[in-house]
């Protein structure tokens, strides 16, 4: 064995030229040594033996690979969850607006209902009170005997004084001949100072104590003297349909 030569190697020098060739592929890794000592040229030595080193695997090479691609792995489930969690998250706000949009409508269509019930029941106020049930025309009456008669005959109606036209129209006739302006100077009562007046020649004593509210104070008045005269015949005959004579 040459002297430098140790163990089966021989022992470098500066002359020695070494090469080293690294070997990795997907997770494995290999690494082969080559010693190729060169010629001394000083010492003349030879050339020393070849020794070669087999590859050997790095098994961290390995599970640096693996939990690379775990890595990855997860990153893309974590991804995809999340995406399907945005997704429903979406879905789900979607869902609640629409809810929210659906109940917001319904709301103002009931409350445009009821402002359209208000504002038509308050139409309808408006419109009853300002339009309210006319009231009857009053009754008109002719100014003439027939007229003075039938007048007098609805106040009497209402004062609760009997009395019909025949009667009223008849003693009208006999006492004044319907003049409304008839005077008697002649009588006993013109005689007395309280001449008999009117369409049925009443004296004012009387008129006055039988005048009917409602008709005039003027003993002239056609409808004054027909009420109060016939107020007076109900008083002391039953009734001006009774009187067939002076009275």
């Not at 429903?88 to 109940?103: F, I, L």
């Amino acid at each position: 064995m040459p002297k430098h030569a140790v163990s089966g190697f021989s022992r470098l020098k500066r002359t020695h030229k070494l090469s080293v060739v690294g070997i990795a592929a997907a997770g494995a890794a290999a690494l082969a040594f080559s010693v190729v000592p060169g010629a001394d040229a000083e010492q003349g030595e030879p050339k020393a033996a070849t020794q070669n080193v087999k590859p050997v695997a790095f098994s961290a090479v390995d599970t640096a690979a693996k939990t690379q691609q775990d890595t990855i792995t997860k990153q893309a489930d974590d991804s995809a969850a999340q995406g399907k969690a945005e997704a429903a998250a979406k879905k789900k706000a979607e869902a609640e607006a629409k809810a929210k949009a659906a109940a917001k409508a319904k709301a103002d269509a009931k409350a445009k209902a009821e402002k359209e019930r208000k504002e038509q029941q308050a139409a309808s106020r408006s419109a009853e009170r300002a339009a309210p049930a006319p009231k009857p025309a009053p009754k008109t009456y002719a100014d003439n005997l027939d007229g003075w008669i039938r007048e007098s005959l609805d106040i009497m109606a209402k004062k609760g004084i009997p009395g019909t036209y025949e009667g009223i129209h008849r003693n009208i006739i006999r006492e004044s001949g319907g003049d409304p302006k008839a005077i008697n100077n002649w009588d006993i009562n013109a005689q007395n100072g309280v001449p008999s007046k009117g369409l049925l020649q009443v004296i004012q004593p009387t008129f006055e104590a039988y005048h009917v509210d409602g008709t005039s104070w003027d003993l002239y008045d056609p409808v004054a003297n027909i009420t109060a005269a016939c107020n007076y015949a109900a008083d002391m005959y039953g009734s001006m349909d009774n009187v067939n004579s002076a009275y």
